[in-house]
């Protein structure tokens, strides 16, 4: 449920820290005082679009905060964890919106996120109903999930496997379609690729075509050079009489006897020893690099025209090595798909075929879950329509047979309502009346209410179109909501705020001359000035009627 909703610096509301409980909770006031703040607040929760108009005149930022402590986090946490954000603790989840003149910032749980996260969460968190908010109700896509939740967790789980199915069957088909529609060239294309793949496999390239061969190809034609330099490095080194290595050996001997005769010049000679050592493994490497080196004119033949064969296949198909190689590749992919051409169809035929025959199975089950449960869907419903106050009304969960497996199915849904006797059902979303389409909702709801898995509903004026003697009805549909969810009712009727288990009174006031509006608890007599009020004045037989309606 919701625990707790801070909202500051927002439209009218400077401040508000508003404690919420268990079961229905009823929100009244004047018109203009301020209600539809708390409403707007939430949908700034559930990730709505901000606009800085919505910041309190003379304020820089406004900020919404709302507390939920949760029963189960599972979809919350999996939402959280695909945006690499910690799971919930303790089961709470708390949601931080701050809106400023230049930047807008959000949170969970004190971390930084993204709005399409809050906008994730917010179908797992609250479900927002005003007068003329029922796209959901009437869209066929919610109407058919709406069927598969009363029919259990067994169509549900279907449902699941039969999309996975779907989607298989989906894109096999489309690799199929592809691959027929293909632009195929003929024998010019294909000698064209026949031609690509022999060159560039008759080279026979490895990555070592790249800087290695580079560097053996210039040293090769370096190796006389090389061969000179290094023979006379050596030569100077260690060749005679007038040798560096002989010279610093009789320096070394040198070091030595001055070392015997005083300790102390150790650390001033020691690099002597140090220079001899390293000339002697200088002269050493440079004499095995010598003896590898080679000069054969064949083999720098044989290298220079490995150069140049890399370097074509280069120009035609790199400009680096690594495409040259990514380029053999395509076309030897290219190649095999145009020769087995008839091969590859046949097989993706089959392919095709039996992930349909897969997706119709369980299509197959799904449907018979789907055929069994509509008839009770629809009964159930239209108990409630009648206790809503439509005693004769009809309604019926029509399946409608698809000419093609698609995701929702095999079959979509078609919610059909008449709430006048003799006149034929027609599609919900054909109803004009709000205040029919309020109280079509409301029933589907009830229906829907040990299914529907989310924490809070927040009915917004829904019973603004519906007659007085039908808002009692509607309290009540909302009271028994409350004992399985938590329910805020933002309500113009008496009948239904007097059912509220808990009620809170928005009112406006003029502060040091700013005007703000509050949101206060209303309890006792309070609560009966508030009915009153709401019933069109005072007097005795208005305070009767109240103390009247808060009798369940």
Same mark, same amino acid.
């Given at each position: 449920?919701?625990?707790?909703?801070?909202?500051?610096?927002?439209?009218?509301?400077?401040?508000?820290?508003?404690?919420?409980?268990?079961?229905?909770?009823?929100?009244?006031?004047?018109?203009?005082?301020?209600?539809?703040?708390?409403?707007?607040?939430?949908?700034?929760?559930?990730?709505?679009?901000?606009?800085?108009?919505?910041?309190?005149?003379?304020?820089?930022?406004?900020?919404?905060?709302?507390?939920?402590?949760?029963?189960?986090?599972?979809?919350?946490?999996?939402?959280?964890?695909?945006?690499?954000?910690?799971?919930?603790?303790?089961?709470?989840?708390?949601?931080?919106?701050?809106?400023?003149?230049?930047?807008?910032?959000?949170?969970?749980?004190?971390?930084?996120?993204?709005?399409?996260?809050?906008?994730?969460?917010?179908?797992?968190?609250?479900?927002?109903?005003?007068?003329?908010?029922?796209?959901?109700?009437? !869209?066929?896509?919610?109407?058919?999930?709406?069927?598969?939740?009363?029919?259990?967790?067994?169509?549900?789980?279907?449902?699941?496997?039969?999309?996975?199915?779907?989607?298989?069957?989906?894109?096999?088909?489309?690799?199929?379609? $592809?691959?027929?529609?293909?632009?195929?060239?003929?024998?010019?294309?294909?000698?064209?690729?026949?031609?690509?793949?022999?060159?560039?496999? $008759?080279?026979?390239?490895?990555?070592?075509?790249?800087?290695?061969?580079?560097?053996?190809?210039?040293?090769?034609?370096?190796?006389?050079?090389?061969?000179?330099?290094?023979?006379?490095?050596?030569?100077?080194?260690?060749?005679?009489?007038?040798?560096?290595?002989?010279?610093?050996?009789?320096?070394?001997?040198?070091?030595?006897?001055?070392?015997?005769?005083?300790?102390?010049?150790?650390?001033?000679?020691?690099?002597?020893?140090?220079?001899?050592?390293?000339?002697?493994?200088?002269?050493?490497?440079?004499?095995? @690099?010598?003896? =590898?080196? !080679?000069?054969?004119?064949?083999?720098?033949?044989?290298?220079?025209?490995?150069?140049?064969?890399?370097?074509?296949?280069?120009?035609? @198909?790199?400009?680096?090595?690594? =495409?040259?190689?990514?380029?053999?590749?395509?076309?030897?992919?290219?190649?095999?798909?145009?020769?087995?051409?008839?091969?590859?169809?046949?097989?993706?035929?089959?392919?095709?075929?039996?992930?349909?025959?897969?997706?119709?199975?369980?299509?197959?089950?799904?449907?018979?879950?789907?055929?069994?449960?509509?008839?009770?869907?629809?009964?159930?419903?239209?108990?409630?329509?009648?206790?809503?106050?439509?005693?004769?009304?009809?309604?019926?969960?029509?399946?409608?047979?698809?000419?093609?497996?698609?995701?929702?199915?095999?079959?979509?849904?078609?919610?059909?309502?008449?709430?006048?006797?003799?006149?034929?059902?027609?599609?919900?979303?054909?109803?004009?009346?709000?205040?029919?389409?309020?109280?079509?909702?409301?029933?589907?709801?009830?229906?829907?209410?040990?299914?529907?898995?989310?924490?809070?509903?927040?009915?917004?004026?829904?019973?603004?179109?519906?007659?007085?003697?039908?808002?009692?009805?509607?309290?009540?549909?909302?009271?028994?909501?409350?004992?399985?969810?938590?329910?805020?009712?933002?309500?113009?009727?008496?009948?239904?705020? $007097?059912?509220?288990?808990?009620?809170?009174?928005?009112?406006?006031?003029?502060?040091?001359?700013?005007?703000?509006?509050?949101?206060?608890?209303?309890?006792?007599?309070?609560?009966?000035?508030?009915?009153?009020?709401?019933?069109?004045?005072?007097?005795?037989?208005?305070?009767?009627?109240?103390?009247?309606?808060?009798?369940?």
């Amino acid at each position: 449920m919701l625990s707790l909703l801070k909202i500051k610096n927002l439209a009218l509301v400077d401040e508000l820290e508003w404690q919420l409980d268990h079961g229905l909770i009823g929100v009244t006031g004047e018109t203009g005082a301020g209600k539809s703040v708390i409403v707007g607040a939430l949908k700034l929760v559930l990730g709505e679009r901000a606009d800085k108009g919505l910041i309190r005149t003379g304020e820089a930022s406004c900020v919404v905060e709302a507390v939920f402590d949760l029963k189960s986090t599972a979809a919350i946490d999996a939402v959280l964890e695909e945006g690499g954000l910690e799971p919930c603790e303790g089961g709470q989840l708390i949601v931080k919106r701050m809106i400023g003149q230049s930047s807008n910032k959000q949170f969970l749980n004190n971390s930084p996120a993204t709005l399409g996260m809050l906008k994730s969460l917010g179908s797992h968190l609250v479900d927002l109903h005003g007068p003329h908010d029922h796209q959901g109700l009437l !869209s066929t896509e919610r109407q058919l999930s709406m069927l598969d939740a009363y029919s259990g967790s067994a169509a549900v789980d279907l449902g699941k496997s039969y999309r996975a199915a779907w989607r298989q069957w989906r894109d096999k088909s489309e690799s199929l379609r $592809a691959f027929q529609t293909a632009d195929v060239e003929g024998e010019r294309e294909l000698d064209l690729l026949r031609h690509q793949l022999s060159e560039i496999d $008759a080279a026979q390239l490895s990555q070592n075509d790249g800087a290695d061969l580079e560097a053996s190809y210039q040293r090769s034609s370096n190796s006389s050079r090389l061969a000179e330099l290094i023979g006379g490095a050596v030569n100077l080194i260690n060749g005679g009489d007038e040798a560096v290595l002989e010279r610093l050996g009789y320096l070394q001997k040198m070091s030595r006897d001055l070392e015997r005769l005083d300790p102390a010049l150790r650390d001033i000679l020691e690099g002597v020893e140090k220079s001899v050592v390293e000339l002697q493994e200088i002269e050493s490497g440079l004499t095995d @690099y010598l003896s =590898d080196l !080679s000069t054969d004119p064949a083999e720098f033949a044989q290298l220079e025209e490995r150069v140049n064969t890399v370097e074509n296949l280069k120009r035609k @198909y790199g400009p680096q090595l690594e =495409d040259v190689l990514l380029r053999r590749e395509e076309v030897a992919h290219r190649l095999d798909s145009v020769e087995n051409r008839s091969e590859k169809i046949e097989i993706l035929q089959v392919e095709v075929d039996t992930a349909l025959k897969e997706a119709g199975d369980l299509g197959g089950k799904l449907s018979e879950q789907r055929r069994k449960s509509a008839p009770k869907l629809a009964k159930e419903i239209a108990k409630h329509l009648k206790e809503l106050g439509f005693k004769q009304a009809a309604f019926d969960v029509k399946l409608l047979v698809h000419s093609a497996p698609e995701s929702s199915g095999l079959e979509g849904v078609e919610f059909e309502f008449g709430p006048n006797p003799g006149e034929p059902l027609k599609p919900l979303r054909l109803i004009g009346s709000s205040g029919e389409i309020s109280r079509v909702m409301l029933s589907v709801k009830s229906a829907l209410a040990d299914q529907d898995s989310t924490p809070l509903m927040v009915f917004d004026e829904i019973d603004a179109n519906v007659g007085g003697e039908i808002a009692r009805a509607v309290g009540e549909k909302m009271a028994h909501l409350g004992d399985r969810h938590q329910v805020v009712a933002i309500t113009h009727f008496p009948q239904v705020a $007097a059912v509220a288990d808990h009620h809170f009174l928005v009112s406006k006031d003029v502060e040091d001359g700013r005007t703000c509006s509050r949101l206060i608890a209303v309890d006792g007599q309070a609560r009966i000035e508030e009915l009153v009020r709401m019933l069109g004045g005072g007097g005795g037989e208005a305070h009767a009627m109240a103390e009247s309606l808060l009798v369940r």
